[in-house]
């Protein structure tokens, strides 16, 4: 069963409670052709381990709970079910609906690398951010959600480009002007941060920006910082010497003399070369 709890005053979230008590034969509420009589019978022996699961749980959040047998519908057991929440963790659901209706199932975002300008055997390169915050830090894995366009596979391939035109040197930056206004939200809290629930709005990230790679782990407070150091570091497994401008600052304007290099896998017409760049 699903409940909706707040930890604290504007802060709400999704989750699930393990109820240990309910002997095994109120499992049969769950067949269709149980009677009312047997509902309401389960009901009653359903409240009192609710509330004792939430008195020894130390919760002391609000929620609103709502049970059900899976198969009648027939509610079991509720409290405060219909009070006002502030949308949490579901609001991904409506938000991946959203995208899915307006992009398409096939729609991907890419992550390219731009050749802003150069100068003898030096030049200027960016790192621009598609809206892909699932990045791998090494080679592109087509069969994995998270990691299936990887920086190393983009610096590869960036390298490549740069040295056919004999240059040896770059300075490397973040271009995530894709996304404006505030980065975080002025309601949200920078501790959730540490607890791997949220992070900076980025255009890219690697691996949504945890620390670790895993889902729940702490995440970086600068994930395009970051990811940015990690193209880095893969340019200069390639033989290239890197540095990075301005390190601490998250968006620069393109120069004029922008140009692409193609490394994520396009040509001068924009069509696609291979899959192996980040995508």
Same mark, same amino acid.
């Given at each position: 069963?699903?409940?909706?709890?707040?930890?604290?005053?504007?802060?709400?979230?999704?989750?699930?409670?393990?109820?240990?008590?309910?002997?095994?034969?109120?499992?049969?509420?769950?067949?269709?052709?149980?009677?009312?009589?047997?509902?309401?019978?389960?009901?009653?022996?359903?409240?009192?381990?609710?509330?004792?699961?939430?008195?020894?749980?130390?919760?002391?959040?609000?929620?609103?709970?709502?049970?059900?047998?899976?198969?009648?519908?027939?509610?079991?057991?509720?409290?405060?079910?219909?009070?006002?929440?502030?949308?949490?963790?579901?609001?991904?659901?409506?938000?991946?609906? @959203?995208? #899915? +209706?307006? &992009?398409?199932? *096939?729609?991907?975002?890419?992550?390219?690398? =731009?050749?802003?300008? %150069?100068?003898?055997?030096?030049?200027?390169?960016?790192?621009?951010?598609?809206?892909?915050?699932?990045?791998?830090?090494?080679?592109?894995?087509?069969?994995?959600?998270?990691?299936? @366009?990887? #920086? +190393?596979? &983009?610096?590869? *391939?960036?390298?490549?480009?740069?040295?056919? =035109?004999?240059?040896? %040197?770059?300075?490397?930056?973040?271009?995530?002007?894709?996304?404006?206004?505030?980065?975080?939200?002025?309601?949200?809290?920078?501790?959730?941060?540490?607890?791997?629930?949220?992070?900076?709005?980025?255009?890219?990230?690697?691996?949504?920006?945890?620390?670790?790679?895993?889902?729940?782990?702490?995440? %970086?407070?600068?994930?395009?910082?970051?990811?940015?150091?990690?193209?880095?570091?893969?340019?200069?497994?390639?033989?290239?010497?890197?540095?990075?401008?301005?390190?601490?600052?998250?968006?620069?304007?393109?120069?004029?003399?922008?140009?692409?290099?193609?490394?994520?896998?396009?040509?001068?017409?924009?069509?696609?070369?291979?899959?192996?760049?980040?995508?």
């Amino acid at each position: 069963f699903l409940i909706t709890k707040s930890r604290s005053p504007g802060r709400t979230s999704s989750g699930t409670f393990t109820l240990k008590g309910i002997p095994i034969s109120s499992m049969r509420l769950l067949r269709s052709d149980v009677s009312p009589r047997s509902i309401c019978f389960a009901s009653k022996k359903i409240a009192p381990v609710v509330e004792d699961a939430f008195k020894k749980s130390g919760f002391k959040g609000k929620a609103g709970i709502d049970i059900r047998d899976a198969a009648t519908g027939e509610v079991l057991y509720t409290k405060d079910a219909g009070a006002d929440r502030t949308p949490a963790s579901v609001t991904k659901v409506l938000t991946s609906a @959203a995208a #899915l +209706g307006a &992009l398409g199932a *096939d729609h991907t975002f890419t992550t390219s690398a =731009r050749l802003d300008s %150069t100068e003898g055997t030096s030049a200027a390169l960016a790192l621009v951010g598609g809206g892909d915050v699932m990045l791998g830090k090494g080679e592109s894995k087509p069969g994995a959600v998270n990691g299936r @366009a990887g #920086l +190393g596979t &983009l610096a590869e *391939d960036a390298a490549h480009e740069l040295k056919k =035109r004999g240059v040896d %040197t770059v300075e490397v930056y973040a271009d995530v002007s894709r996304y404006t206004g505030p980065r975080f939200s002025k309601d949200w809290d920078r501790d959730d941060i540490g607890y791997g629930f949220i992070t900076n709005m980025d255009p890219f990230m690697v691996s949504m920006g945890s620390k670790t790679g895993e889902y729940k782990a702490p995440r %970086t407070p600068e994930p395009a910082r970051d990811a940015l150091r990690d193209f880095a570091d893969a340019l200069t497994d390639q033989g290239l010497k890197v540095d990075i401008r301005n390190s601490d600052v998250q968006t620069e304007p393109p120069a004029e003399e922008a140009a692409p290099l193609h490394a994520d896998g396009t040509g001068d017409d924009g069509k696609d070369k291979n899959d192996d760049g980040a995508g």
